[in-house]
């Protein structure tokens, strides 16, 4: 089993937890997008999250395939420099990357994509460069 994601990162985002940040980074894109919107189930949800990331961090490592690209890295592109796409390029993809540049994040339509997608697409990625 390869640890593809950072409990420590888990963490930190939980303290963000009532955007959904640490459900979107270990790949649950509906809950997180359900604690966006409630604030964390009214903030329940987000305090019983405390106990559940060790959890959520097991079923990540083991759902993605770890490799070249690693996921913490990719995230933390996404989170605070999305729109400028170095989340994309950092994963070899440079006309979409240059495309969020130019575009604010394809007008911030990509971003919430990529939040949705992102563990998926590093997956992807890794599993491609490990065939080459």
């Given at each position: 089993?390869?640890d593809?994601?950072?409990?420590?990162?888990?963490y930190?985002?939980w303290i963000?937890?009532?955007?959904?940040?640490h459900?979107?980074?270990y790949?649950?894109p509906?809950?997180?997008?359900?604690?966006?919107?409630?604030?964390?189930?009214l903030?329940i949800?987000?305090?019983?999250?405390?106990?559940?990331?060790p959890?959520m961090?097991?079923?990540?490592?083991?759902r993605?395939?770890g490799?070249?690209?690693?996921?913490?890295?990719?995230w933390?592109?996404?989170?605070?420099?999305?729109?400028?796409?170095?989340?994309?390029?950092y994963?070899g993809?440079?006309?979409?990357?240059?495309?969020y540049?130019?575009?604010?994040?394809?007008?911030?339509?990509?971003?919430?994509?990529?939040?949705?997608t992102?563990?998926e697409?590093?997956?992807?990625?890794?599993q491609q460069?490990?065939?080459a």
């Amino acid at each position: 089993m390869q640890d593809t994601h950072s409990k420590l990162i888990g963490y930190l985002l939980w303290i963000f937890g009532f955007t959904g940040a640490h459900r979107f980074y270990y790949g649950k894109p509906v809950s997180g997008t359900i604690w966006f919107f409630t604030l964390g189930l009214l903030g329940i949800g987000w305090l019983i999250d405390l106990f559940l990331i060790p959890s959520m961090d097991r079923e990540a490592d083991l759902r993605f395939h770890g490799g070249e690209i690693d996921y913490t890295v990719a995230w933390l592109l996404l989170t605070f420099l999305g729109v400028f796409g170095l989340h994309r390029m950092y994963m070899g993809k440079w006309l979409t990357g240059i495309l969020y540049l130019c575009t604010f994040g394809f007008f911030l339509i990509g971003i919430l994509v990529d939040f949705w997608t992102l563990n998926e697409q590093v997956s992807i990625q890794n599993q491609q460069r490990r065939r080459a």
